[in-house]
């Protein structure tokens, strides 16, 4: 009866992906640089475009919201979100041959992919297939992911190390409570970074995974924190009476956005919290720092021009230009 309920599975398995490559709608062979959602068509559908904006594609093109890319190590294959059976699972797009599949192919809701920085055949998600949700890993091809974190409340957020040995990830303890674990890619080791009663989100790894950065409001209001890899020498690096959020590392630099001059701007400063310059001046926000390849560029979201828009500038705020452009809102880039 065991092998009868594991071939069908098989079968439900395989049916998927075959109809899943035979029924989305993609075009032709793709290049470019950023990934992006946009919901110019009327839905969320991933974006790609090169550095300077130009080669705006729809990768996706369904009637369906597709969401939270992310590219291969390779930079050959894109994984992302979509809720075209009515929960959520995840595709993989080959940007070589056009090639497409439903790489979860589960009942249950799969979301949040990553993708390892070093093996374009490795790929971390959270599903609530075991419960409030947990961080799974799995390799294309293979179709029975590997369950890594063990904690009874929700598991979510997971981000890889640079070397592609550890995920860190968020575990929401309560509604006020998240805390910061990583785990290894086999799941044999986990470790809880942080330990009180606030929240400790936001974090990301330094360009030698020796430090993660990460943002608390255990002194009230959030602040930018940095730590060891190994959640030891906690170290308060921002003071004000306002917000700092989504820290992410630019080479020698921690760039963060922060509320404290009555709505949210891009700011940098030195890893040890001094030299903080504020990168964007406007009236909307400008939100989700995110570095490029060459290390000489961020993009981000703002939302100057009435609507959410991708922009991009040098790592010391000069040449803020406009990429998008559109009367929709483009947001979450993800630089290749």
């Known amino acids: 009866m065991k092998i009868k ?30 990934l992006f959602v946009s919901e110019r068509d009327g839905n969320k559908e991933i974006y790609l475009m090169k550095y300077d904006g130009s080669n705006q594609t729809n990768l996706t093109s ?3 919201s597709e969401y939270s890319p992310s590219w291969s190590s390779d930079g050959q294959k894109v994984v992302f979100v979509s809720d075209k059976y009515g929960d959520e699972e ?14 979860t192919a589960h009942e249950s809701n799969d979301f949040a ?13 959270v599903s609530d297939r075991s419960g409030a949700g947990d961080i ?9 992911p590997k369950r890594l974190s063990t904690n009874s409340e929700k598991d979510y957020n997971p981000r890889w190390s ?9 575990c929401q303890k309560s509604s006020t409570n998240n805390e910061i674990y990583k785990v290894d890619y086999s799941g044999t080791v986990q470790m809880r970074l942080t330990d009180n009663s606030f929240n400790d989100v936001d974090p990301s790894w330094s360009p030698d995974g020796n430090k993660i950065v990460f943002a608390s409001n255990r002194d009230g209001d959030y ?30 630099k921690i760039v963060f956005q922060s509320n404290r001059d009555g709505n949210w701007e891009i700011y940098s400063m030195n890893p040890d919290g001094s030299n903080q310059v504020r990168l964007t001046a406007n009236r909307e926000d400008d939100i989700e720092p995110r570095l490029t390849k060459n290390g000489q560029t961020i993009v981000f979201v703002s939302e100057r021009d009435g609507n959410k828009e991708i922009y991009s500038m040098n790592v010391d705020g000069t040449n803020q230009t406009n990429l998008t452009n559109s009367s929709f809102d483009d947001y979450s880039p993800v630089p290749k």
């Open 5 to 34: 309920t594991f071939a069908l599975s098989l079968f439900f398995v395989a049916l998927l992906i075959f109809l899943d490559s035979c029924s989305l709608n993609f075009t032709t062979l793709y290049t470019g640089d950023i």
């Open 62 to 64: 369904s009637t369906y």
């Open 90 to 103: 995840i595709y993989v797009l080959n940007l070589k041959d056009n090639s497409l599949i439903n790489f």
């Open 113 to 125: 992919p990553q993708w390892s920085p070093t093996d374009p055949n490795a790929i971390v998600f």
């Open 136 to 144: 799974y890993y799995q390799t294309l091809g293979n179709y029975n």
């Open 162 to 170: 640079p070397n592609g040995n550890w995920i860190v990830f968020l």
């Open 223 to 252: 602040e930018i924190f940095v730590m060891n890899s190994d959640g030891s020498n906690q170290i308060q690096l921002t003071y004000n009476l306002k917000d700092d959020r989504n820290p992410v590392w630019v080479g020698n």
